[in-house]
DNA sequence: ACCTGAACACCGTTCAAGT
DNA sequence: ACCTGAACACCGTTCAAGT
């Protein structure tokens, strides 16, 4: 649906190449054919301009992804957090999570180009605030919101990179994965005795939603580790 | 230091291109050039071959890394490990983690590219063997080492990228990181309480090695959830 | 069998030239 | 100002042809 924000004013002249335009066609091409097709010709090509055009609004293709990032930051969801600050570390980093597994390649972008969003600042505030109040000092508070950070980056990038293998992989079969049946003889051929004892389970066991368990297993580890609990 | 291994019976027939001698000189390049740089033309470069000719050695660019993964998992190294089962889950996931922070690129190969290596599979066992004798059920256990891989490739993928960063950002300037100094402002001026009372200290509290206290207090809440820690 | 050059269909980016 | 075509220096990969 090109066109969703009409250019003011229309007139007979060939249309200017505006910085929402390039963004709004951005999305436009990851939504229908994936982010790895997200190059300046093809983005030149989808907002009807010469790709050079493209280097009057960014700076090179990291500027771009990076404009694309705090665009997708202004619009993440900013719901009301839990008083009980423990309550509110867990809300703060599912928000993220959800918000972040909806957009896998946007954790790609994070790790590998540029600092994250100023407008998604805000969780990483909450987790702090919810660790001091929790009786964490600075420092620990701190330590806590890049233990969640690593994690849920892991997850997301884990997670979506064995759903795109999979999704390749099974492009032409139909029915039974032949992924999974690979994986699965790997691990029984494995000769490690647990390992291959859970083979037969092991594609179902590997694709269960945990997220929201491990998050808060670790919040309670980190939490209770800061109060003394470590050795 | 080409030709570390020879080719037995050298002749003076033209050198055929081995196996063994593409992911020598592939290895080569990566460390001399960093793995970005690893493509199949500058790698037939560095192997003394044409392009087309590494096309005979592997199905494609993706086999290759596939490859070089197996290549290194090869040589992980196998440490004995405690008897004592939790502290033998914190030491095979702290075996797999400092294995692969050496070379960062492995866990982003791994999480877009292929399956681990079968001979990087034993710590999986570990993990999972440690969690079982510590009184989790099979799926426990499983999530467990789901869990602490999710963390561990977060926590390189992350880390790397922001080492990478700051050196690519700070490559002309000598003395004070610029990066350091965008940050801080960035963090500053973001008017959350809590994060811009950090602000000064936030450099220094993010480059902290925290990855061995995170894995302990996540395995500890792990451990203490699938006792019916949780509620 | 093993290797190759030429070719195809792409990239990101620069820059002088057009309007 | 804003946009462009031509060009540069790359990619991964295929394929018919050479030895």
Redesign the pocket.
């Known amino acids: 649906m090109p066109g969703t924000t009409p250019s003011r004013g229309r007139t007979g002249r060939?249309?200017?190449?505006s910085r929402a335009q390039i963004l709004e066609a951005a999305w436009r091409l990851i939504d229908r054919d994936g982010w790895q097709?997200?190059?300046?010709?093809?983005l030149a090509a989808e907002a009807g301009?010469?790709?050079?055009?493209l280097?009057?609004?960014v700076r090179?293709?990291?500027d771009l992804l990076t404009q694309l990032l705090d665009d997708y930051a202004a619009r993440m969801p900013r719901p009301e957090l839990p008083e009980e600050p423990r309550e509110r570390v867990v809300a703060a980093a599912t928000v993220m999570h959800d918000s972040l597994a909806a957009w896998p390649w946007i954790v790609e972008v994070l790790t590998a180009g540029d600092f994250i969003g100023d407008s998604a600042l805000w969780f990483v505030e909450a987790i702090v605030q919810g660790a001091v109040e929790c009786g964490c000092t600075p420092e620990q508070a701190v330590d806590l919101y890049r233990g969640l950070w690593y994690y849920t980056a892991g997850e997301i990038l884990v997670r979506a990179g064995t759903a795109r293998r999979r999704a390749e992989r099974d492009a032409d079969e139909g029915g039974v994965s032949v992924y999974d049946e690979t994986v699965r003889r790997r691990i029984a051929d494995s000769g490690l005795p647990h390992l291959s004892g859970l083979a037969d389970r092991w594609p179902g066991l590997v694709t269960r939603e945990t997220y929201p368990e491990g998050l808060r297993a670790f919040v309670d580890g980190l939490l209770s580790h800061a109060r003394g609990g470590a050795a």
């Open positions: 060939p249309p200017r190449t097709k997200l190059t300046m010709r093809r301009a010469a790709p050079t055009t280097y009057h609004h090179d293709r990291d």
